[in-house]
Structure formats: structure tokens, C-alpha cells
């Protein structure tokens, strides 16, 4: 099984060198045409690299090494170049802002603090579902790496967690984007974070409810144990995932009374 790209998959790159290096790191994981890709003038032809790079990422954890680790820090650089770009159009080769949705995506391993400001922006424009997933995760990868004092990154912070927290409620969003979103949320260790994991307890999708007093559970179990038994009681006989995991982190016997 071969793999071509998250986000290309329709795009035909301007010279035959080009497709030629594309199928070949598709097929052979060939290091010469992934950097042929990669330092290309072409959008398309970058993306599909940065693309290459996380399926090499993401497949690593079952033991094969990412054949392109090597590059890791000028895949983050050009991921880096590319978010200073402006979103690429709506063609018929890709969708809307498929090139920053590439950039976020390398990044997943490779994001630092600092990359909030690439990522708030992402955040506040998501024109479609996988620049959405590619900028929810990367906030809370930048959530989960951030500890600073510095006075423009925790502002850049802050409207990340804003713009997650509107995503969570946002009934327009798929219930699995949601979850995402709150996932990423969690990611953070401010008091807005745990207030906006504590308003997901009175929303009325039992499947929210549940991830939300999961993450609280982790975040202080012997604070917050009571405001979630009081969720769980109201929760049907057979609630969805992961309530059970809440059952259990309750009282190790699925019984929340």
C-alpha cells in the first residue's frame, strides 16, 4: 500500500521531474525526491512532502522509522515558511487552504510554543473540515508544550483557548470535531480551561459530557469527583464512550451512585 498525500491527492504537479519524484517517494520513500519536493517553487509539490513527512511520522509508532526524520528540521522551516503564506484557494486540484492544512499537519511533532501565532489564525478560519483538524491539533500540541510567562505568547494562548472553546460549542461542528477541539482544550493547564471543561458538563450531548469529566477526572479527580457523579447519575443505561472509563475512574465497578 502506497501513500500520496493528506491533502494533494488531486493536484498535478507543473513538470513530469516533478510527478516522477512524487510517485517515487510514494513508492521507494526515495530521500532525493522527497528534497526535490520539498525545496520545489510549487505549493503542491511542498505539500505533498510535508504530507510524506507526518504519513512517516504517524507510521513510525509501529516500529519502521520515519525515512525522512533526517529533514525533520527543514520540513519544520518550510511548514513555517508556508503559514506566512496566505491560504491557497479553492480548486479543482485541492481544497481551500489545503497549504496551510499541510504546514500544520508536519508540524504535529516538530510545533513549539511559538507556533501559536500561526495556529490562531488557522483557528479563526477553517473553511473546511481538514484545515479544522489539521489547526485543532496543532493547538494542543502547542497547549501541552507551553509554559511561559512571556507576555505576547500568553496572549496568543489565550486566543487559542478562546477559539477552541468556541469550537466545542459550536452545534454547527460534527460532534467528532467538537470532541477534537475539546480534546486539544484539555491540553491546557489554565482555570479557563477547567471552567469551559466544567460548562461541557451541562451541555445536553452525553457523549461531550463524558470526555469532558474524563479530562477533569485526570486534571483532579478528588476536586471535581462530585460534580461528575452528579453528570453520571442523569447518563442512560448504556451511556456512549468514554463514559464507562468515567464509571470506572469513579468507582472501579461502572456504579457512579
Not at 503542491?44 to 511520522?57: P, R, S, W
Not at 500561526?118 to 497547549?143: C, I, M, N, Q
Not at 451541562?202 to 485526570?218: C, F, G, I, R, S
Amino acid at each position: 500500500m502506497t501513500f500520496d498525500s493528506y491533502h494533494w491527492q488531486r493536484a498535478t504537479l507543473g513538470t513530469p521531474e516533478l510527478e516522477r519524484a512524487r510517485a517515487l517517494v510514494s513508492t521507494t520513500n526515495d530521500r532525493a525526491s522527497f528534497e526535490l519536493l520539498l525545496r520545489s517553487n510549487e505549493t503542491a509539490a511542498v505539500g505533498i512532502a510535508l504530507d510524506q513527512y507526518q504519513y512517516g511520522e504517524a507510521t513510525s509508532r509501529w516500529g519502521t522509522p520515519n525515512p525522512f526524520a533526517e529533514h525533520s528540521a527543514e520540513v519544520a522551516a518550510r511548514a513555517r515558511v508556508m503559514l506566512r503564506e496566505p491560504p491557497s484557494p479553492e480548486t479543482q486540484q485541492a481544497n481551500a487552504g489545503a497549504n496551510h492544512a499541510s504546514a500544520l499537519t508536519a508540524l504535529t511533532n516538530l510545533i513549539e510554543p511559538e507556533d501559536a501565532s500561526f495556529v490562531v489564525p488557522a483557528l479563526a478560519h477553517t473553511p473546511t473540515a481538514d484545515l479544522r483538524s489539521a489547526a485543532t491539533t496543532a493547538a494542543g500540541r502547542v497547549l501541552e508544550k507551553a509554559s511561559t510567562t512571556s507576555a505576547p505568547l500568553v496572549a496568543a494562548l489565550e486566543e487559542m483557548v478562546a477559539a477552541l472553546e468556541k469550537m466545542v460549542f459550536d452545534d454547527a461542528l460534527t460532534t467528532r470535531e467538537r470532541i477534537d477541539a475539546l480534546s486539544s482544550l484539555a491540553c491546557g493547564a489554565s482555570t479557563r480551561v477547567t471552567n469551559v471543561l466544567l460548562r461541557v458538563l451541562e451541555n445536553p450531548e452525553v457523549k461531550l459530557q463524558a470526555h469532558a469529566a474524563l479530562h477533569l477526572l485526570d486534571r483532579d479527580q478528588g476536586v471535581h469527583r462530585p460534580v461528575v457523579e452528579r453528570v453520571a447519575r442523569t447518563w442512560p443505561a448504556e451511556p456512549p464512550y468514554p463514559a464507562e472509563d468515567v464509571l470506572e475512574a469513579l468507582d472501579g465497578d461502572g456504579d457512579a451512585s
